[in-house]
Nanobody, 120 residues
C-alpha cells in the first residue's frame, strides 16, 4: 500500500491550505485515515482522523480551524486548514489503517510527509 500526499506549501499566517492523501495498492478496506504532524524537536502528534463511518477526532489545537474529510471511493483523505498559525508549521504525515483482505488484520501505513510552513 502506498500513500501519496499532495498540497504542501508556504502560506502566510491566517491563510488556508488543503492537503490530500491518496492510498493505492492492496486495499480491501481502510478503517481510520487521517493526518499527524511533527514540528522540529517535537514528537509526532495527531492532527485529525476520520473513521470509515465518518466519525472524526481532531486535536484541540486545530478544532474550529481544520476539517478532515474522506472520499472512500477514491481512498483519499483531505485536510482543509484555515486560519493557519505559525505553530502549525510542521511536516504533515498521512496515516491509514488498511485491511488487505477479509482474512487479514489491519496494518498501519504512513505517507512520506509533506511540509507545511506558515510565515508571519
Amino acid at each position: 500500500v502506498q500513500l501519496q500526499a499532495s498540497g504542501s506549501g508556504l502560506v502566510q499566517a491566517g491563510g488556508s491550505l488543503r492537503l490530500a492523501c491518496a492510498a493505492s495498492g492492496h486495499i480491501f478496506r481502510i478503517n481510520d485515515m487521517g493526518w499527524y504532524r511533527q514540528a522540529p524537536a517535537k514528537q509526532r502528534e495527531l492532527v485529525a482522523i476520520m473513521t470509515s463511518g465518518g466519525s472524526t477526532n481532531l486535536a484541540d489545537s486545530v478544532k474550529g480551524r481544520f476539517t478532515v474529510s474522506r472520499d472512500n471511493a477514491k481512498n483519499t483523505v483531505y485536510l482543509q486548514m484555515s486560519s493557519l498559525k505559525q505553530e502549525d508549521t510542521a511536516i504533515y504525515y498521512c496515516n491509514a489503517k488498511v485491511v488487505g483482505s477479509w482474512f487479514e488484520s489491519e496494518r498501519d501505513y504512513w505517507g512520506q510527509g509533506t511540509q507545511v510552513t506558515v510565515s508571519s
